[in-house]
């Protein structure tokens, strides 16, 4: 096998790794909105039942001061059938009918509160309802984490002996540069030559777009022991099998 060929052997093994612990990623990332989500309407529901209660509170309130009143004006009348003279029979009267105009308006304002009550139980049990819909979605976004781990474990664990292997067999000074260049392009250290006009002599690198001087894709095509650079972007370059069997067609 050619440096160049076990330094591509070696950036498709890391491809692949990368393209399996994206998945693995991109499975926490979507647990991690589920639980958000669920975060956001748990909240809702605690806030929804603590207006209920404060509403029931006063609703409640509003009741007790209603059969209070109703309770004094009752007095009154009692007290109405053994007045002694017509002032104090008007006295009470009036005093009858300010009460009565004050449980009136306290009618009124329990009435309100009880509509109240009945809005925020409609709304407490639809959002019960999304919150039991959401920890459904999230405990299924979780199973998902899970099974992704454990179906990459076997196939990471085989692909990084493969890669040691890979390893191994690239001189040192050779995956010195390798490394170098992972580390500068975050993994994409190699690029394909990309054809663009044979007749013309026009290839390109697959990294950066721009074109490739012939002299490069000669050095590829015959020293297959030297590592050739994309001239702009730095990139090893490659010939990838589609491009090696047009060229052995041609
Ligand atoms: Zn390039």
Same mark, same amino acid.
């Given at each position: 096998?050619?440096?160049?060929?076990?330094?591509?052997?070696?950036?498709?093994?890391?491809?692949?790794?990368?393209?399996?612990?994206?998945?693995?990623?991109?499975?926490?990332?979507?647990?991690?909105? +589920?639980?958000?989500?669920?975060?956001?309407? =748990?909240? $809702?529901? @605690? /806030?929804?039942?603590?207006?209920?209660?404060? #509403?029931? &509170?006063?609703?409640?309130?509003?009741?007790?001061?209603?059969?209070?009143?109703?309770?004094?004006?009752?007095?009154?009348?009692?007290?109405?059938?053994?007045?002694?003279?017509?002032?104090?029979?008007?006295?009470?009267?009036?005093?009858?009918?300010?009460?009565?105009?004050?449980?009136?308006?306290?009618?009124?304002?329990?009435?309100?509160?009880?509509?109240?009550?009945?809005?925020?139980? +409609?709304?407490?049990?639809?959002?019960?309802? =999304?919150? $039991?819909? @959401? /920890?459904?979605?999230?405990?299924?976004?979780? #199973?998902? &984490?899970?099974?992704?781990?454990?179906?990459?474990?076997?196939?990471?664990?085989?692909?990084?002996?493969?890669?040691?292997?890979?390893?191994?067999?690239?001189?040192?000074?050779?995956?010195?540069?390798?490394?170098?260049?992972?580390?500068?392009?975050?993994?994409?250290?190699?690029?394909?030559?990309?054809?663009?006009?044979?007749?013309?002599?026009?290839?390109?690198?697959?990294?950066?777009?721009?074109?490739?001087?012939?002299?490069?894709?000669?050095?590829?095509?015959?020293?297959?022991?030297?590592?050739?650079?994309?001239?702009?972007?730095?990139?090893?370059?490659?010939?990838?099998?589609?491009?090696?069997?047009?060229?052995?067609?041609?």
């Amino acid at each position: 096998m050619s440096l160049q060929e076990k330094l591509q052997q070696l950036f498709l093994l890391d491809q692949h790794i990368r393209g399996i612990r994206k998945r693995l990623d991109q499975a926490v990332a979507r647990h991690k909105t +589920q639980q958000a989500k669920l975060g956001q309407f =748990r909240s $809702q529901r @605690q /806030e929804l039942a603590s207006q209920l209660k404060m #509403a029931q &509170v006063k609703s409640a309130s509003a009741d007790n001061q209603i059969k209070d009143l109703q309770q004094r004006i009752d007095r009154l009348r009692d007290q109405m059938n053994n007045v002694k003279s017509n002032k104090e029979y008007s006295a009470v009267l009036i005093e009858v009918n300010t009460l009565k105009l004050e449980k009136s308006k306290l009618e009124d304002a329990a009435l309100e509160l009880m509509g109240q009550v009945e809005r925020l139980q +409609q709304e407490l049990q639809e959002i019960e309802a =999304r919150c $039991q819909q @959401q /920890e459904k979605l999230a405990a299924s976004a979780h #199973a998902e &984490v899970d099974a992704s781990q454990a179906e990459i474990k076997d196939q990471l664990d085989e692909l990084t002996t493969k890669r040691v292997a890979a390893e191994s067999q690239v001189p040192a000074e050779a995956l010195a540069v390798f490394n170098r260049l992972a580390y500068e392009h975050e993994g994409e250290v190699m690029a394909a030559v990309v054809e663009e006009d044979r007749r013309s002599n026009d290839y390109s690198c697959g990294g950066c777009y721009i074109s490739i001087p012939i002299e490069r894709v000669n050095a590829l095509m015959t020293h297959l022991d030297q590592i050739v650079c994309c001239p702009n972007c730095g990139r090893i370059l490659y010939l990838d099998e589609e491009f090696k069997a047009s060229m052995g067609s041609k």
